[in-house]
């Protein structure tokens, strides 16, 4: 399956933060610590760099991330240039404000009330960039929520008299080329329902336990004869009593149940993806037509 969603709003948004990158002091990218990669948009990238902006990555949701992965992606960012990452929990009070003593080092001239430091916030949507920039304000000025998209422009808030800080919609990119990427986002609720089938994210996630996470399934759902990802969800499904008229399993339910487990953190601290995990991963398949095509041209 692949996820193509780029509404029009989101259009408009991009080219708000193209100018917004002018006069902005450092990037800060939410990121999803359970799939940091996935949840990179690459035209965070894109913008930054035509301004030459120093990127900071913050991988929220770093309670419901596996603790020994984590630090795994911050090795990694850390050695890209311009860069830093730091892992927290906007949920957990302080956390946040880490966000701040972090930025000011990537942009240290920024530092009084004539030369403020101006930051510029970014992620897809549902990282839990309302709920950081609300841990920020100390007030709930941002709205959270558990659906994708719900900041629709570009708000500022002063933190103090050398400090500010821009709020971006939640964005997403033209065309997600690894299917698995859009598959992450999805399990993580950062797409839109209307945009992905619930069973294929599910037989997906679902897959992805039974081969990194099993003990974790069997804790919670009890079965020992889980053969693949269809037979999780219908391990679920006979666990729950879910079952439709006739006697078969309610397959649907089970598959929601899986997905709703993952989200709220029910199953224990889960990453969907690691460094090694992501560099073993075949090419998408369009960039394996447009390499033999390549390959086939050059004979
Ligand atoms: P936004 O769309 O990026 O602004 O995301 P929100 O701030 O609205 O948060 C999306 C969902 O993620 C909400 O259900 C939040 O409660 C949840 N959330 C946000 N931060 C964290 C975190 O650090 N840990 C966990 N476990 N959940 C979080």
Redesign the pocket.
Known sequence: MSINWFPGHMAIAVDKIKKAMADHDVVVE?LDARCPMASSNPMVETLRLARQRPCLKVL??A??ADAAVTPQWLAQFNAQKNTHAIAL???KPGDAQKIIGAAKKLAPHRNDTIKPLRLLVM?V???????LINALLKQRKAK???E?A??KALARYELSPVVSLTDTP?LMWPKIEHPDDGLMLAASHSIGINAYIESEVAIFLADLLLARYPKLLAARYGAKEMQDGVGVIETVAAKRGFRIRGGGFDFEKAAITLLNDYRS?TLGRISLETPASRAARPAPPGRNEAASEADADSE
Do not use: E, L, Q
């Open positions: 939410i929220n949701k309670d419901a929990s906007a949920k992620g949507p549902n990282v839990g960039k309302s709920t959270v929520g558990d994708p719900i900041t939640g953190g």
